[in-house]
């Protein structure tokens, strides 16, 4: 059962008038409940990505890319088509769904965990005027 509904999907994503987004919040959950539910993640976080995911869905269905230009004189927007990237990564709410999920598997399924360095550079106290 969805954590999430239409409402909720709508508060973060503009829903056009007259779309039924039953089937992306339907997806969202059945990812998030087959992929994550048992990775130990809390319920709060799981309801947080399942609801990004569904955001996600309505912007490939809505969304021609991202806008790269937005003009209000005879208003024009121009879209750059997967310009974030593939899967979740093409759409901010994707990139949102990723990054909430700590266990990584989303970021996995997207072309890999991303891979940072972290170096600790500590004075020396005995050093130090």
Avoid: W
């Avoid at 990505?49 to 021609?64: G, M, Q, S």
């Avoid at 093409?90 to 360095?117: F, H, I, N, P, W």
């Amino acid at each position: 059962m969805a954590r999430i509904s239409a409402s909720d999907v709508g508060q973060i994503i503009q829903i056009p008038s007259g779309m039924n987004v039953t089937s992306q919040v339907e997806t969202a959950s059945l990812l998030v409940e087959e992929t994550l539910a048992s990775q130990g993640l809390t319920e709060a976080r799981l309801k947080q990505i399942e609801l990004y995911l569904a955001a996600h869905f309505v912007a490939i269905n809505t969304e021609k890319g991202a806008i790269i230009r937005d003009s209000k004189g005879e208003s024009r927007q121009d879209y750059a088509p997967n310009s974030y990237g593939k899967g979740l990564q093409s759409t901010r709410y994707g990139q949102q769904a990723a990054m909430l999920d700590t266990s990584g598997l989303l970021a996995s399924a997207v072309g890999g965990v991303v891979k940072a360095e972290f170096r600790l550079i500590t004075a020396d106290k005995a050093s130090d005027p």
